[in-house]
């Protein structure tokens, strides 16, 4: 599959597009970036500078659940 095949399934999601091609093209982005904080806010620092004008606060918003943590760019 391409990755515009890819992008426009997650654009008819109500996802964007951009978000998520910078978020694909970031090699430090890995399973276990989810299980740090730091790592997380640095690779959401780099993709709001990426991003531009387009979002130009993006932060970290954590919740606890019961089988874990939900991280969300907000």
Do not use: C, H, Q, Y
């Not at 694909?24 to 890995?30: I, K, N, Q, R, S």
């Not at 709001?48 to 954590?62: D, N, T, Y």
């Amino acid at each position: 599959m391409r990755i515009e095949d890819l992008l426009d399934r997650f654009e008819k999601e109500g996802r964007d597009r951009n978000l998520i091609r910078i978020l694909a093209g970031d090699p430090t982005l890995t399973d276990d970036s989810f299980k740090n904080e730091k790592s997380l806010s640095s690779i959401a620092k780099r993709t709001g500078i990426a991003l531009g004008e387009v979002f130009p606060i993006l932060s970290l918003k954590r919740i606890r659940i019961t089988a874990g943590t939900k991280w969300f760019l907000t």
